[in-house]
């Protein structure tokens, strides 16, 4: 094998939760796409880059933001890319040196046309070789920081994905372009769902968002919620989504999101009692439960009854039979 030594590799190892899979992709692979994906958006790396493998969450916690390892490959000149181990597709993309070229404290100017940053946003997606199906984009201009300062201003383009034609609850492409100065800041892909099954999900829709209603609150009732109020003004989807079951009812700690196809359903946001608010999926097949998220201003108490968990009982001994042996 021949000797690899212009960049620096590091590997790491975690617990999994199921069998590893394989390694497909090389270090020396990895940096080449990461090169070759930055000179495709027109960002001139140099220096000794990491390459890292499996990529770590950022922040060192929180749910996956895409569905297969990632490699991550880190320039000395500030520009980070993540690449599929399995497919090659790069899934993200983030770049802090325009924070070099201005004052980021300084008041915010003029932004570029929005035009110039769609266009960014564009190529940048483009170039990532990713194909899954998209909706149409949106773009809008803000302030990650306030009172609004210079190094905050951004125009943000946003595509969700679709499957289908119908959309995901949680996936999307998102891209920052600096406002002022129109660097690309990020390019991510968050993708937590898998590829999905070809087979038709049309038919699996069969619940009416009325009857979607009756379904939640007679849940919310069994366990034990009073005082209940559905909530509309809110930039909730009003369609059908797809959303990936989890196990909020069984731990509001924990949006441990279910293995699996993701499944059709309707997303009601209920207030109960004064202070707690709670998203519930409600699946269009089944009309069941399947998942939640605690949409409390501050994160309020769990104020419900736990469902019932079955457990085994083992059976009793029979009258002078022996005991098993452990």
């Given at each position: 094998m021949r000797a690899i030594q212009w960049f620096t590799v590091v590997a790491l190892v975690?617990?999994?939760?199921?069998?590893?899979?394989?390694?497909?992709?090389?270090a020396e692979d990895a940096v080449r796409r990461a090169e070759?994906?930055?000179?495709?958006?027109g960002v001139t790396v140099s220096g000794q880059p990491t390459a890292t493998f499996p990529a770590a969450?950022?922040?060192?916690?929180?749910?996956?933001?895409?569905?297969?390892?990632?490699?991550?490959?880190?320039?000395?000149?500030?520009?980070?890319?993540?690449?599929?181990?399995?497919?090659?597709?790069?899934t993200e993309y983030s770049h802090d040196s325009v924070f070099g070229r201005i004052d980021a404290n300084a008041a915010p100017g003029?932004?570029?046309?929005?035009?110039?940053?769609?266009?960014?946003?564009?190529?940048?997606?483009?170039?990532?070789?990713?194909?899954?199906?998209?909706?149409?984009?949106?773009?809008?201009?803000?302030?990650?920081?306030?009172?609004?300062r210079a190094g905050g201003h951004f125009w943000t383009v946003s595509w969700g994905r679709l499957h289908q034609g119908v959309p995901f609850y949680e996936d999307h492409v998102t891209a920052m372009i600096h406002a002022e100065t129109g660097d690309l800041r990020v390019l991510a892909l968050i993708f937590p769902s898998p590829p999905q099954p070809n087979s038709s999900i049309k038919p699996l829709m069969l619940l009416k968002r009325d009857?979607?209603?009756?379904?939640?609150?007679s849940f919310l009732k069994g366990l034990g919620a009073d005082r209940l109020e559905l909530l509309t003004?809110?930039?909730?989807?009003?369609?059908?989504?797809?959303?990936?079951?989890?196990?909020?009812?069984?731990?509001e700690n924990s949006n441990r999101r279910i293995p699996g196809p993701v499944r059709p359903a309707w997303l009601l946001l209920y207030k109960v009692g004064d202070k707690n608010a709670y998203l519930l999926y409600i699946d269009t097949q089944s009309g069941a439960?399947?998942?939640?998220?605690?949409?409390?201003?501050?994160?309020?108490?769990f104020p419900f009854k736990r469902p019932a968990k079955s457990k085994?009982?083992?059976?009793?001994?029979?009258?002078?039979?022996?005991?098993a042996v452990k």
């Open positions: 975690f617990g999994l939760t199921g069998p590893a899979t394989a390694q497909r992709t090389t070759d994906y930055c000179r495709r958006i969450l950022r922040g060192g916690s929180g749910p996956q933001r895409y569905f297969q390892e990632r490699w991550r490959v880190r320039f000395p000149s500030g520009a980070i890319v993540e690449i599929a181990d399995a497919t090659g597709v790069i003029p932004a570029i046309p929005v035009e110039q940053a769609l266009k960014t946003a564009e190529t940048a997606l483009a170039a990532t070789g990713q194909a899954m199906e998209l909706g149409p984009h949106t773009v809008r201009e803000s302030f990650s920081v306030l009172p609004p009857q979607s209603r009756v379904r939640a609150e003004d809110h930039p909730l989807p009003t369609g059908v989504v797809l959303v990936q079951p989890n196990r909020f009812w069984e731990d439960v399947i998942g939640g998220q605690n949409a409390s201003p501050l994160g309020g108490p085994a009982v083992p059976p009793k001994a029979k009258k002078g039979s022996s005991k």
